[in-house]
């Protein structure tokens, strides 16, 4: 899939750059030889308004005051096609061929011989229009101007070769950057689908064991239809932990899916942090108690916030929840808040079994669980901390872990205050 996106972002990104470059090269030499010929085609007319103005006569036409170039001649033509030199008044042979073929109109190119000539006629109404030529009389009838173009030409040549090597090498480089490019930015995405595609892999794989379990159970109570519920109560609380679990696991997922698609807002309002640490110790209090566990809890009560009250107390349970989870008994769990250069900055600190090193970066993924088979048995589907990024970050904060392994896992998580 991601190949073909290649070749097609590949392709396309050549085609406009070869676009952009034939434009480019095909504008430039439209304007280099508009440049070079506009001159040929000034001097051509200024030697045919020389010649009307002086009425056709020779001396007129010389001692007139325009810079005359060497490179252009002049011919006259009778009506009958009839072609005389006029100037230069011989050794203009295949020139003179060029003119008899020249017509009205805008200039034209016309290759003869070892030259390439230009040509520009005028019609001509001046009052002396009978010339004596060596041809004989004449009745002139229009005026033709013939330039020799050779340098023009042989430039412009040289400008094509030069524009379409450039072109050339440039598309072989527009191919190759055309390739990196997208190949770059597909990289983010084919990351992002990898991880949804192991996202979906790793959900229908957490909802597939507590399913079986639910399925079994059924049908070995469907075995013994005439078991009263009394006899069957083990099989049939099971089905009900399962289920239990699974709606749990769908509602968590529902979350990150959502947060995923970018949905959920936060309810933004006051929060007083203090309290809610408060009110989350004395909620996990029994529970730590019951463990055997010493739970601490440091907060000032000024540490105020603009945050989305019930994502924050969700943070607090999944954090505490992991806390009492991974902390045997005669342990210690501290949680802390207090306030540092515009950040607030919440602490849950434990003396558990902590995490090693190779994992620490990983424990905010989704599904992944330190130690799967003992996770499981406490319930865990590895979502948690997944779950307590996503809260974090939505409030453009940050969360990281330091732990030793063996010794204890402090979870820091830092919020801006506004
Ligand atoms: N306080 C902690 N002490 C030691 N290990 C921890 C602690 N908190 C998290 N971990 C490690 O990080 C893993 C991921 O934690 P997370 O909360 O995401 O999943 P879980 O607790 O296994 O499952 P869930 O939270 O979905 O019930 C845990 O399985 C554990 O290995
Ligand atoms: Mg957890």
Not at 108 to 122: E, I, K, N, P
Not at 271 to 297: C, D, I, S, T
Request: positive net charge; hydrophobic residues 45%; glycine residues 8%.
């Amino acid at each position: 899939m991601f190949r073909k996106t290649l070749r097609n972002l590949t392709i396309l990104n050549s085609l406009v750059f070869f676009l952009i470059l034939v434009w480019l090269g095909g504008s430039l030499y439209g304007f280099i030889a508009y440049q070079l010929f506009d001159e040929v085609d000034d001097a051509m007319t200024d030697r045919l308004e020389a010649f009307r103005i002086a009425g056709g006569r020779p001396k007129m036409v010389f001692s007139h005051p325009v810079a005359f170039d060497p490179r252009i001649f002049l011919f006259v033509r009778d009506a009958g096609g009839r072609v005389a030199n006029f100037y230069p008044v011989d050794n203009a042979e295949a020139a003179k061929e060029v003119a008899a073929g020249a017509r009205a109109g805008k200039p034209q190119m016309r290759r003869t011989g070892d030259h390439v000539y230009r040509t520009r006629s005028l019609p001509y109404a001046g009052e002396e229009r009978t010339l004596i030529r060596p041809e004989g009389a004449f009745a002139v009838q229009d005026i033709v101007a013939v330039a020799i173009v050779d340098t023009e030409t042989a430039l412009l040549r040289r400008m094509m070769i030069i524009i379409l090597s450039v072109t050339a090498a440039g598309m072989l480089a527009v191919v190759v950057a055309g390739y990196f490019l997208a190949w770059r930015a597909l990289v983010p995405i084919r990351t992002a689908w990898e991880r949804q595609q192991q996202f979906v892999a790793d959900a229908s794989h957490e909802l597939r064991t507590p399913l079986t379990v639910i399925k079994t159970n059924a049908e070995l109570l469907l075995r013994y239809p005439g078991r009263t519920i009394e006899e069957e109560s083990v099989r049939i609380s099971n089905v009900v932990r399962e289920a239990n679990r699974m709606s749990r696991l769908v509602a968590t997922l529902l979350t990150l899916a959502r947060a995923d698609a970018g949905q959920p807002e936060l309810s933004r309002e006051e929060v007083a942090l203090g309290e809610l640490v408060a009110a989350a110790a004395e909620q996990f209090g029994p529970l730590a108690e019951r463990k055997g566990v010493a739970l601490q809890a440091e907060a000032g009560d000024d540490v105020t916030l603009s945050a989305d009250r019930e994502r924050l107390q969700q943070l607090l349970v999944i954090l505490l929840d992991n806390a009492l989870k991974f902390t045997p008994a005669g342990g210690c769990i501290v949680v802390t808040c207090r306030r540092q250069a515009g950040q607030v900055l919440l602490t849950v600190a434990d003396t558990g079994c902590g995490i090693p090193p190779a994992d620490v970066p990983r424990i905010f993924d989704r599904f992944f669980r330190g130690d799967r088979a003992r996770s499981r048995g406490e319930g865990g589907s590895g979502l948690g901390l997944a779950i307590a990024r996503w809260i974090v970050e939505s409030h453009r904060g940050k969360i990281r872990a330091e732990s030793t392994a063996g010794a204890g896992t402090k979870i820091i998580v830092s919020l801006p205050v506004k």
